[in-house]
């Protein structure tokens, strides 16, 4: 099997996703980057009723159309407590900012544009246009006004207009479920003892951290050996869960001691291709299981976040209905690189900004897979196309954000 361009890859993963659409309702507070299913109208009018945007008084526009008029405040309206009753001839209500409308008045004057006096007076010294600082009921939406469509994204904008129609839950779309599997006889869990033999396993909390962070729930099978009837018990695990996407860490490639593709061939999963050309990530085993993709990412650190971030994210978006999230960007290089063989090379490196604000790129000497302090300090990733000419300092070039 020829090795895949990144792209075509790419294109075959999200060519076979098909995105969730079983609904649930979770409250306010659980809604922040939840996707909703449904379209959302308001159940109530707001504002509810004319309302004062400003603190001042409330008065017939035709009383102060000219400066100096004195009007006689004859009470007080306050948010949950309005004046009862009206506004005529020559008179004021102090009002405050949220405050109901009295009957009769038209306009707000602020209090800065007046002057108080004695027996309950004052005296103004601005005129302002009618209907001055006035919130108009229903101005914002009515009752019945769809307001948010379905396939929104829930922010805090949204959040507070939801709250404002006064609905308590929302319809949102389930999150995509997503499996992570590490296999290894040398693996162990972080704050273990690891013999001479033995490391501790790490891919499982970059990659869950990735898949979190674009819409999915995490199911962690933990840690098999390379043993077939232990990968094939935690295969099952997932199918039973309905996962939606079983990831694999290490042993998809097709070694002696790499059970996990020929483990997941046994149980029926459709092997689509399993090698790319880019590095780091050459080995990624791309498949289905049923309803289940599967993405076979290799076991070295580096490789396993970079094709997740590459090939796991874009199809948990998908899953999820979540808008592509763009990372690419470009930079000019601070120190050359060498021409690139046949493969897409994803090159770690810190970012710094020019004199002019633009995004410099500064490669990390050394580039080995198992180096994650490397990749835990960069802010990118180099993107260099296969058979790229040596690129001295100062040339542009295309980048990753990772963060």
């Not at 013999?195 to 869950?208: E, L, R």
């Not at 994803?346 to 198992?370: M, N």
Request: one cysteine or more; aromatic letters at 4%.
């Amino acid at each position: 099997m020829s090795l895949l361009s990144v792209e075509d890859a790419l294109n075959r993963i999200l060519g076979s996703a098909r995105p969730r659409h079983a609904i649930e309702h979770v409250s306010l507070h659980e809604g922040l980057d939840r996707v909703l299913a449904q379209d959302v109208t308001a159940r109530v009018t707001h504002p509810a009723f004319d309302n004062s945007a400003m603190d001042g008084y409330a008065v017939r526009h035709e009383d102060v159309h000219a400066i100096g008029a004195e009007l006689t405040v004859i009470g007080q309206s306050a948010a949950g407590h309005g004046f009862d009753g009206e506004v005529k001839s020559g008179q004021a209500v102090r009002i405050f900012t949220g405050a109901p409308l009295p009957a009769g008045a038209d306009t707000v004057i602020i209090q800065e544009d007046t002057e108080r006096l004695a027996d309950n007076k004052i005296r103004t010294s601005f005129a302002p246009g009618k209907g001055r600082h006035i919130r108009l009921s229903g101005q914002d939406f009515a009752a019945g006004e769809t307001v948010l469509r379905a396939g929104d994204v829930l922010d805090a904008g949204r959040l507070t207009v939801a709250a404002g129609m006064n609905h308590a839950v929302l319809p949102v779309l389930k999150k995509p479920t997503v499996a992570i599997l590490a296999t290894g006889d040398e693996l162990l869990t972080p704050g273990s003892i690891p013999g001479a033999d033995q490391i501790i396993a790490s891919n499982t909390f970059g990659v869950a951290a990735i898949a979190r962070d674009n819409g999915a729930d995490i199911l962690d099978l933990g840690i098999v050996p390379d043993n077939r009837q232990a990968i094939s018990a935690a295969v099952e695990r997932a199918r039973a869960a309905r996962a939606d996407v079983l990831v694999t860490l290490g042993g998809a490639s097709v070694g002696d001691h790499d059970l996990v593709q020929s483990t997941l061939l046994a149980s029926g999963m459709t092997l689509d291709f399993w090698r790319i050309a880019m590095r780091p990530g050459k080995p990624l085993m791309v498949g289905q299981l049923g309803d289940m993709a599967v993405l076979g990412l290799p076991g070295n650190p580096v490789s396993s976040l970079v094709c997740a971030l590459l090939f796991l994210e874009p199809l948990v978006r998908k899953l999820a209905r979540l808008p592509d999230r763009d990372r690419l960007t470009t930079a000019c290089l601070a120190s050359p690189l060498p021409a690139n063989d046949k493969r897409q090379d994803y090159v770690r490196a810190r970012l710094s900004s020019d004199a002019d604000g633009s995004l410099v790129a500064h490669p990390f000497p050394r580039q080995d897979s198992s180096m994650m302090k490397v990749f835990a300090q960069s802010d990118c990733l180099i993107v260099r196309a296969p058979n790229a000419e040596e690129a001295p300092a100062g040339t542009p070039c295309e980048i990753v954000r990772l963060r």
